[in-house]
């Protein structure tokens, strides 16, 4: 089987790959020609561990190739299947923006030669594949051609930092068709990948618009219930670690996704949650659970800040404080919406010096923080005279480190903890004074 794959960011990138992994022949194309230019070089535009091995490995196999050329890709590959994963990035009023996914379409309309199902990958609202369709009819229609073709959604579910893994063993695959015949390509094109049992799901295409929203904001519910959950332990008296176990053993509950931390960031809940409001008011509905979701995250976001400015009594110039962890979540570089950049900008307007150390996302960071703020070597280096340690992102190397050496080049024992990473009780008594999300203040 041949496909193409539109947009080779973190998605399109793990899409094209996995599949060629398999042993599909697969096209990856962008718009972006130092991108491309970079990867038939190895070189990788994002990071996400496992990825580099794979795209090498498949590259030389010649499964998988990178252009630039879309309409020559379609033109001449003779793919059964073109797969739209480029970014559907917030407008300014929340709604999806779809600028780039139907800007493919009308591309891929201008180019068809035959049979082909359009798969809308990226993460698009309820009506998309519609206007998909109709985008790539009326580049057909401007021909002058009549060429049989299928629109198809797949939402992805695959997390930043295990997306190989997600892709190759995912829990479900989700597809939207409205004829037999996509259906069975798409059966095709997806077998490989159900050894584990996990189920291909079929369904009307508006469905499987709607799942990949509802599934996002399920999760940014469940992070900002917690949230909630864990400030009002923090007033009360309690220990929302414990309350988390508690309740976590319930299977209704479950035990994932029931941390409490900064609130959630990243490239998708922010904008995913928006847009589903946004989604439900344009058509005369209130999504009254997520507008919380959202304004008790935005609030989370200041929580750890706000617990720096009460320790030193609202007096932070001149101070200097560490940061460990800048990306949205451990294992990828991803920055965007990431909440270390709320945080450090607040530290800053405050006057502050900042030191932050990240194991991948300090030349993304940059983009940024610029030279606003010092880049330790290590975490070790970016401790040297701090005030305070704050921990943003929860890297597996910041799990465990030596709180000798952690005291000894601080000026002031001091950690606040964003994720709950560290036992507070055992930082107090070596000498730390603890602020953890949700739990009493250890001295
Ligand atoms: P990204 O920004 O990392 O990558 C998008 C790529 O598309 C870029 O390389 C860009 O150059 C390219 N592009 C834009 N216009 C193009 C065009 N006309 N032709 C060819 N290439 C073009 O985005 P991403 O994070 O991979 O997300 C893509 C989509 O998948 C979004 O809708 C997102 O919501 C969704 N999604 C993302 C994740 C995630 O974890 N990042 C997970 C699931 C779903």
Redesign the pocket.
């Known amino acids: 089987m041949r496909i193409a794959v539109?947009?080779?960011?973190?998605?399109?990138l793990v899409t094209g790959t996995c599949f060629a992994e398999v042993g599909i022949d697969v096209t990856c194309?962008?718009?972006?020609e130092r991108?491309i230019e970079n990867l038939r070089q190895g070189i990788l535009?994002?990071y996400e561990p496992g990825l580099e091995e794979m795209v090498e490995r498949n590259a030389q196999k010649g499964r998988l190739s990178f252009s630039t050329d879309?309409s020559e890709v379609v033109e001449s590959c003779g793919c059964e299947a073109v797969f739209i994963?480029?970014?559907?990035p917030p407008g300014e009023d929340g709604s999806a923006d779809l600028k780039?996914v139907l800007?493919?379409a009308r591309?891929i309309g201008r180019s068809l030669k035959g049979y082909t199902v359009v798969v809308t990958?990226?993460?698009?609202p309820v009506g998309t594949a519609r206007k998909v369709r109709q985008a790539i009819a009326e580049e057909l229609e401007a021909r002058g051609e009549q060429i049989d073709f299928d629109v198809a959604s797949n939402p992805?579910?695959?997390?930043?930092g295990a997306a190989i893994d997600d892709f190759l063993k995912p829990d479900r695959i989700v597809v939207g068709v409205e004829s037999e015949r996509a259906e069975q390509v798409m059966s095709r094109l997806y077998k490989p990948f159900l050894m584990n049992g996990h189920p291909l799901i079929f369904m009307d295409i508006p469905s499987a618009e709607m799942t990949k929203y509802a599934a996002n904001a399920m999760l940014a519910t469940k992070i900002s219930f917690m949230n909630d959950v864990a400030n009002l332990c923090e007033i009360m008296g309690a220990d929302v670690n414990m309350v988390r176990r508690g309740i976590g053993s319930d299977a209704r509950i479950g035990n994932k996704f029931i941390y409490p931390g900064i609130g959630y960031g990243g490239?998708?809940f922010p904008?995913?949650v928006k847009a589903l409001i946004k989604t439900a008011s344009e058509n005369g509905y209130a999504m009254q659970v997520l507008q919380a979701v959202e304004q008790v995250n935005e609030r989370q976001k200041s929580v750890l800040f706000d617990k720096v400015v009460a320790h030193f009594n609202g007096d932070l110039a001149g101070r200097t404080f560490a940061v460990w962890g800048l990306s949205f979540k451990p294992k990828t570089d991803d920055m965007r919406e990431a909440p270390s950049l709320v945080i450090i900008e607040r530290l800053l307007e405050a006057g502050a010096r900042v030191k932050a150390y990240d194991p991948v996302a300090m030349a993304e960071a940059r983009h940024s923080l610029g030279d606003r703020v010092e880049y330790g070597k290590d975490e070790y280096e970016a401790l040297i005279d701090a005030d305070a340690l704050l921990l943003v992102t929860e890297w597996p190397e910041f799990r465990s480190p030596n709180f000798s050496v952690v005291g000894k080049l601080m000026k002031e024992k001091v950690v606040f903890d964003g994720r709950n990473i560290y036992d507070g009780a055992e930082l107090a008594a070596k000498g730390f004074a603890y602020h953890g999300i949700g739990v009493a203040q250890q001295v």
Request: net charge negative; aromatic share 8%.
């Open positions: 539109v947009g080779t960011g973190y998605v399109g194309i962008d718009i972006d991108k535009p994002i879309l994963a480029v970014g559907t780039y800007a493919v591309h990958k990226s993460t698009v992805e579910f695959l997390k930043e490239s998708c904008k995913d």
